[in-house]
């Protein structure tokens, strides 16, 4: 994603608010953004807490920062930054974390992120974008230079299966209609989803919901009718359970009065063995492989 | 307008400014029964010399230490920016001024503060901000000494020298007294100034209860960015919390209350005497 992140911020430039902060990333990748900004585009250098800082003190005079790093990097080191000077202000400051969950994969547990939008949306007037395709990259940049709230886009690999179509953007959609259970999915991981389900028979094939932004707008009418329906409710995010998008839905459904008869949450465990390898490596030890999930809850 | 200026035509009225600013903020502290008065009397002669003396129109200031919301108070009382009436609701529930700046309310205060090591960072957003949208007007942050401390701060003056951000003028409140010890005791920074210009940053110190020094500096500064050491006594003014740590932290008594005010009136009578 990071590729057409670039992309389409360059396309952004001529917007003379934006100026872009990088805390010392984006070698062999934001080049040509920084070729197009110029002036406005400022390598902080490995010292994330001035950087949210200083981002918040250009926000305050109307400018459009947005700061780039490693995922962890941008939301758990200047945490206090995020709070006091970029939320407590309702400043328009792009968090942009590249590598949500175990993006970074053998690169080690101080690289990912497992815990980033739970943290970040504890915050007040804050939101998230947490991107499932290239596609919907392109389509939220232009909407994150609009938006005057601070956000945070949580940037990863996306898998989006050839075959597949994928419906435009929007905070909900249903990327296949199936008559299985109700499976909502946040992230890249959709597309692992969207590939296993699209092989099933009408029967098995789960009804597929994906969410990109957080906090959830109203659910769709036909998320609702689905869960009524399946009386199955599955949510799968790269995420640690405590803060993840299924204490949020089952919290939401809950209050609604319309829990639904059976939960099940696939979510990051953290480490199970210890070991370390691939993002691959550490989704299956956290049960997060898309063939293993679809065939566990999609199979009465 | 040159020092020499400031001395010879404004001496009378910056001793009845700190008069009324000191006798006001003693009040207001009393009345609401809030400590952190010694850091507040280390830094109003500097927040009242930046609010009458050296602001203008398209300047800003960031309070980074955000204890001294109460000198800062009280320095927008004197410029009529805040009333009587918002000054007696300090520290009440209900009210606007809480104990450090708050981020909505006061549009004299840019950014809200409290935890250390924030201010400096952002008065280089403010900066930056400027220079990049080709605007007029300098930036100040105040800081005290014990925020040092915070790593955050280092690399804030790492990034306002090497950005060369000469529309940003740093003062640091030195009263050499932090949370639980002397700043020499808890972490030994001194000497202060030789370390901001091992960074590369023009620095200079000065006696920072003398408004004019604090004037001189600040207006033969043709381009920044400058950092200024003030030498500060914590509890300036009131002789019992001269350099007295505690004061960090106390709310004074009636009696305290009572001494703390005569003194404050007769050091200003023997100041204009002096004259």
């Known amino acids: 994603m990071r590729d057409v992140f670039c992309r389409s911020l360059v396309s952004q430039t001529v917007d003379p608010r934006l100026v872009f902060l990088t805390g010392d990333l984006g070698f062999k990748a934001l080049e040509p953004l920084r070729d197009a900004l110029r002036e406005r585009f400022i390598n902080a250098g490995v010292a994330e807490q001035n950087m949210v800082s200083v981002a918040a003190g250009l926000a ?27 939320c407590m202000h309702k400043l328009p400051v792009v968090l942009v974390g590249n590598g949500g969950g175990y993006g970074y994969g053998v690169m080690g547990s101080t690289h990912h992120a497992l815990e980033d939008y739970g943290c970040l949306l504890t915050l007040p007037n804050l939101r998230v974008f947490a991107p499932a395709f290239d596609e919907d990259v392109s389509a939220i940049i232009p909407l994150l230079m609009q938006v005057d709230d601070p956000a945070y886009l949580r940037l990863g690999m996306a898998e989006r299966p050839a075959e597949c179509a994928i419906p435009a953007y929007a905070c909900w959609r249903r990327l296949i209609k199936g008559d299985g259970p109700t499976l909502v999915v946040i992230g890249p991981l959709a597309g692992g989803l969207l590939r296993v389900a699209s092989g099933l028979s009408q029967a098995r094939c789960p009804d597929l919901w994906l969410v990109t932004e957080l906090p959830m707008q109203a659910l769709p009418e036909g998320l609702l009718e689905s869960i009524r329906r399946s009386r199955h409710l599955v949510v799968v995010e790269e995420h640690t359970a405590a803060g993840g998008l299924g204490q949020m839905l089952s919290y939401r459904l809950a209050w609604m009065g319309h829990a639904p008869h059976r939960f099940s949450h696939y979510h990051a465990h953290g480490y199970v063995s210890g070991l370390f390898g691939s993002q691959r490596f550490h989704r299956a030890e956290s049960g997060l492989d898309p063939d293993a999930i679809v065939a566990s809850t999609c199979n009465e | 307008m040159r020092n020499s200026e400031l001395s010879k035509m404004e001496v009378g009225s910056v001793i009845d400014l700190r008069r009324k600013a000191k006798l006001r903020l003693l009040q207001m502290h009393y009345e609401s029964g809030v400590g952190h008065l010694g850091g507040n009397l280390s830094a109003l002669d500097i927040l009242l010399c930046l609010y009458h003396f050296i602001l203008r129109r398209d300047d800003l200031f960031v309070l980074s230490k955000g204890h001294g919301a ?13 009333t009587d009436d918002d000054l007696q609701q300090f520290h009440k529930d209900g009210t606007r001024l809480s104990g450090h700046p708050p981020a909505v309310g006061i549009p004299e205060i840019v950014f809200a503060t409290g935890s250390l090591g924030h201010g400096l960072g952002l008065a280089c957003g403010l900066a930056l901000g400027k220079k990049l949208k080709g605007e007029p007007g300098r930036v100040f942050c105040l800081t005290s000494d014990g925020e040092w401390n915070e790593g955050s701060c280092w690399e804030s003056l790492i990034f306002l020298t090497h950005h060369r951000l000469d529309n940003l003028i740093l003062i640091v409140d030195c009263n050499g007294l ?83 005010r005569n003194e404050v009136q007769q050091a200003c009578v023997m100041s204009s005497a002096d004259r």
């Open chain 1, 60 to 86: 305050k005079l109307g400018l459009r920062p947005w700061v780039y790093s490693i995922a962890p990097f941008v939301y758990a080191r200047p945490f206090e930054q995020i709070r006091n000077d970029v």
């Open chain 2, 70 to 82: 109460g000198a800062l108070y009280v320095a927008l009382w004197s410029t009529g920016a805040l």
């Open chain 2, 178 to 260: 932090q949370g639980f010890g002397t700043t020499r005791e808890v972490a030994n920074l001194e000497p202060l100034i030789e370390k901001f210009r091992a960074f590369g940053i023009d620095a200079l110190e000065i006696d920072g209860h003398a408004m004019e020094n604090l004037h001189a500096a600040v207006a033969e500064c043709h381009s920044g960015p400058l950092a200024i050491v003030a030498r500060t006594v914590k509890g300036c003014g009131v002789s019992f919390m001269e350099n007295q740590m505690e004061w960090h932290y106390l709310p004074l008594n009636a009696q305290q209350y009572e001494q703390a």
